[in-house]
């Protein structure tokens, strides 16, 4: 546990003065705000902006920050120090994980001020459940990646996926029949009637097995790769 | 200390190390010199931990290398020839992040900073350090934690000579508390100021094994003495009864400007063992 507690510490101190991962914790809740108090164009659905950015924010920066963290610490040699440290794989993942959710949730508080106060906790409690999913994949990139190179051309396209699909599935039927299976276009969903009675059985199971084919795909990652 | 038997170690399709025999004393520095590709930094892992081997026995600390807790690693310190360090991190937190898990006090990270003599850049990112400040970071990281046992893995390569003499000096400090050394190098000179003992690897075997001086002697086929006489003339003798009385009368005319027994270096020596280099792994032509 107290492991877990330096690497967040470090990874703090680490993003203050590392500004393209900053920059992808910033970006999306700064232009909700200003979306949101700056537009407003007659028929626009109520909180247009803050529904669309809370998705690409969710399938944007955890998974990218998580997968460039882990890949930098590897292609910097900083990770193989840590293990000789004998900090664990698993409390340097954890340390990760919960620091990238964090600070998303924080991002994600940010967002929510824009909402009417009894929204807030369950849109809270979705952007939660998101960000977890992006963290296993972006976690799973990470393992995969050798250096952080090969981590942006891999998280790239994943990322564009889970965060453009919802977006187009606006415009177009098909692009929503095909997003319909990723977890950001469910979220998409939940967030649009903002209601826990309004949850739908197959949106629950999409999301669901979104989180199981992320977790076995990290575990697998982890297992055929470690952290080395 | 460290203490192995027989370890064997195979890549796919290589053979990397082959019955390496160790028995390292506690207070001492060995030295493992080999031309790169030799396998150096592959015992090093072995021995620390970092990889499995495929036979033979590995005690460090008294312990197989396998069952080392927590607490026998934080008595261990490693510093590889990769960088590891935080760049855009100042130097103090770089250390404190280390300090925070080896549960050392904060104090010890000034105090360690000036030992190796970046107290003046203590809050400079890492980033901006030069080659020579980024090995003094890594080693006050090893030595911020007082280990019992201290791992090297080429400490000084491609320092200037300045960086390089702070740095052995640095390390013979650590030997003088008590600290058992572990260093590889492929610097020769390196060898024989600092270590007790030294081990020649070459292919991933240990031709030879003692230390510096007496394996220089015990090489030293030539055992010839160089003369630089102030006529700028240089004469070569071999040692007998015969060139004494020869240096009796040139010292005695005061003809001699200096006077040397010609022994072989480390470098020689493991030219003579392998046909390679120390300094690389270019095959050369032993004459």
């Known amino acids: 546990m107290r492991n877990i507690g330096v690497i967040i510490k470090k990874q703090i101190k680490d993003t203050l003065k590392n500004k393209t991962v900053l920059i992808q914790f910033v970006m999306f809740p700064v232009l909700t705000l200003i979306f949101e108090h700056a537009i407003n164009i007659p028929d626009m659905p109520e909180l247009f902006f803050t529904k669309l950015f809370s998705v690409m924010y969710m399938g944007m920066a955890p998974l990218t920050a998580v997968a460039s963290i882990i890949a930098e610490e590897k292609e910097k040699n900083t990770l193989r120090v840590l293990t000789m440290a004998n900090v664990k794989a698993w409390e340097y993942l954890a340390g990760i994980g919960i620091y990238v959710w964090t600070i998303c949730m924080a991002g994600a508080g940010v967002m929510a001020t824009t909402l009417s106060s009894g929204d807030i906790p369950f849109y809270l409690g979705v952007m939660a459940a998101g960000f977890l999913i992006s963290i296993a994949i972006g ?16 998280s790239l396209p994943v990322m564009l996926v889970f965060s453009f699909m919802p977006m187009l599935a606006m415009f177009n039927d098909k692009i929503e029949k095909v997003a319909g299976i990723f977890y950001t276009q469910q979220i998409r969903e939940l967030l649009g009637c903002m209601t826990f009675d309004g949850i739908k059985t197959e949106t629950m199971l999409v999301v669901a097995v979104n989180a199981l084919l992320a977790l076995i795909l990290f575990f697998v990652a982890f297992k055929r790769k470690g952290l080395e | 200390m460290i203490r192995a038997n027989s370890i064997c170690k195979n890549f796919p399709g290589k053979q990397v190390l082959s019955g390496i025999d160790l028995d390292i004393k506690p207070g001492t520095i060995f030295g493992l010199l080999g031309p790169s590709g030799a396998g150096k930094t592959t015992l090093i892992k072995i021995l620390t931990g970092q990889l499995g081997f495929d036979s033979g026995d590995v005690r460090v600390l008294d312990k197989d290398v396998r069952t080392l807790t927590g607490t026998d690693k934080k008595q261990i310190g490693i510093m590889m020839d990769n960088h590891g360090i935080y760049e855009r991190m100042s130097c103090v937190d770089n250390l404190k992040i280390f300090a925070d898990i080896y549960q050392v006090d904060q104090s010890k990270v000034m105090t360690t900073l000036t030992q190796v003599g970046l107290a003046d850049s203590a809050k400079k990112p890492a980033m901006k350090l030069s080659k020579g400040m980024r090995a003094r970071l890594q080693l006050a990281r090893v030595l911020m934690i007082s280990p019992k046992l201290l791992f090297l893995d080429e400490p000084t390569s491609g320092l200037d000579p300045m ?114 280099r120390l300094e690389d792994s270019e095959e050369v032509k032993y004459a």
């Open chain 2, 163 to 276: 960086t390089m003499k702070y740095i052995h000096k640095l390390i013979l400090d650590c030997k003088a508390s008590g600290c058992t050394i572990f260093l590889t190098t492929h610097n020769m000179e390196e060898a024989s100021v600092l270590c007790d003992e030294v081990a020649l690897l070459n292919e991933g075997k240990i031709v030879d094994r003692g230390a510096p001086e007496d394996l220089c002697r015990r090489y030293n086929h030539q055992k010839t003495i160089n003369i630089h006489l102030k006529s700028g003339e240089d004469i070569e003798l071999p040692h007998s009864e015969k060139s004494a009385g020869e240096i009796m009368s040139l010292m005695t005319q005061g003809k001699i400007e200096t006077i040397h027994s010609s022994e072989p270096t480390l470098e020689t020596v493991f030219i003579e063992l392998t046909g390679r």
């Open chain 1, 139 to 154: 976690a799973c990139i990470g393992i995969i990646a050798a250096n952080q190179m090969v981590a942006t051309s891999l």
